[in-house]
């Protein structure tokens, strides 16, 4: 059972890596600004329902540690991020882009919320792949 939940902590965390440090960049370079706000709002809500699944079954599977509970903490904050400040960030991008500054604020705060999230993600299912791989 854990080397299963090693696998899918594996799968996630590379993912992540692979999303963070390449597509999402990619994007912003490469592809028209007016292009790439959509298709970033649309790749993050399957990338976060992802996250959350494969670390949910991670947790369940690793359950009897800490780092089961570890790993479902990290599926938690994948639906929070996709549920509540997602949409948030959201929000404030589309008002933003309508002249309103506050909103315009809101989103730098919101996105800088998000991309520490999602390193602390990164950082948490670094130390629960050492746990894991140490425990096989």
Same mark, same amino acid.
């Given at each position: 059972m854990e080397t299963l939940a090693l696998v899918l902590t594996a799968l996630v965390f590379g993912a992540m890596l692979f999303f963070s440090f390449v597509v999402a960049?990619?994007?912003f370079v490469k592809v028209p600004e007016a292009d790439a706000g959509p298709f970033v709002r649309a790749v993050f809500p399957i990338y976060y329902a992802i996250g959350a699944g494969f670390a949910l079954v991670a947790g369940l599977l690793a359950?009897? !540690? +800490?780092?089961? +509970?570890l790993l479902l903490a990290i599926a938690l904050s994948f639906l929070w991020l996709r549920q509540g400040l997602m949409p948030a960030i959201n929000r404030a991008r589309d008002a933003s882009l309508t !002249?309103?500054?506050a909103a315009g604020q809101r989103f730098d705060r919101l996105h800088k919320l998000s991309v520490w999230a999602n390193g602390g993600q990164l950082v948490a299912f670094g130390a629960a792949l050492i746990v894991l791989g140490f425990d096989l």
């Open positions: 960049p990619m994007v359950l009897g !540690g +800490w780092v089961g +509970w !002249g309103d500054e």
